[in-house]
């Protein structure tokens, strides 16, 4: 799981440990990811199943794709279709994913790059991987996660974002056994690059076997952790995490996870996805790819959808964006 790297850890600016009299979040739930299949069949695990959407908000959903190893002919996207009323991050950690919309936007992300689309009014895209990935196979492994946004911007001008992996922030923990990658907001006094319309923090962490990560988190958001890879515990209680669970925490303005002293070779480190972001607390009425505030409001997206108002698709679309 590489996405973002580096030779040595101990050069990168440290993030700073919350203050001594920082309330610690205690973890309130911890839930395991169903696996199911996404776009023309590949697999997901959907990490917020189960979980009340109160404690969610302002994230919407959250897919970790893959990781699985693809034999030549075997990688799939997804066909052309709809957004109305949020944001999608796509964050790539293995593998080449390109993308297209039907207002002209598109380009390729991979291995630590990350795409934010702002769907806003309406959109219509396609997620595929690019026709030399097809043909030769190999690694896929990436995140969707699905970003509400307030109802005075749910009809917003859409907008696109390319993260390139340069320009991700990172930093270390403390004591230099975590590596972050701050994708979008600010972590311990350090912004990512992602610009956001509902305030949000995005980190990808690595943590050495044994090493401890305890984060300052904005007492107004919520705080959730994705566990990609490995296992260890989440809050000062030590909650078991592993691969495909995510803990949700109650109030405070502190975060900790550890990770596990002997951790699996194939999982050699522990690696979590930390978000959290400021509620919305608004009704939030969803339909597959529209997430709007009333039933409405989603029926007007139907048919504004069926009647051609969200943009048409290109007629050529650019290669490797067809449908597989």
Known sequence: MPAVTVDDILVLPRAAEPAATAAERAVTSVTTAPTGYEGEGFPVRRAFAGVDMRALDPFIHLDQMGEVEYAPGEPKGTPWHPHRGFETVTYMIDGVLD???????????????????????????????????????????????????????????????????????????????????????????????????????????????????????????????????????????????????????????????????????????????????????????????FVMNTRHELLQAVEDFRSGRFGGIPAEPRPGHGVL
């Open 99 to 289: 993308h297209s919309d039907s207002h002209g936007g598109g380009g390729s992300i991979t291995d630590g790059d990350t795409q934010w689309m702002t769907a806003g009014g309406g959109i219509l895209h396609i997620e595929a991987p690019p026709e030399e990935v097809v043909v030769s196979g190999g690694l896929f492994h990436g995140l969707q996660l699905w970003v509400n946004l307030p109802s005075r911007l749910k009809m917003t001008d859409p907008r696109y974002q390319d993260i390139g992996r340069g320009e991700v922030t990172l930093l270390s923990s403390s004591d230099g056994g975590a590596l972050l990658r701050v994708i979008a907001g600010d972590v311990a006094g350090h912004s990512g690059p992602g610009a956001t319309h509902t305030p949000i923090s995005l980190v990808h962490a690595t943590l050495a076997p044994g090493a401890q990560l305890r984060l300052p988190w904005r007492p107004d958001f919520n705080a959730l952790v994705y566990t990609l890879a490995g296992s260890g515990g989440a809050g000062s209680d030590r909650h078991p995490i592993e691969t495909g669970r995510l803990a949700v925490f109650g109030p405070g303005d502190a975060v900790t996870v550890r990770a596990d002293e002997r951790q699996e070779s194939r999982s050699p480190q522990l690696d979590v996805l930390i978000l959290g972001g400021q509620p919305i607390r608004e009704p939030v009425a969803a339909y597959g790819p």
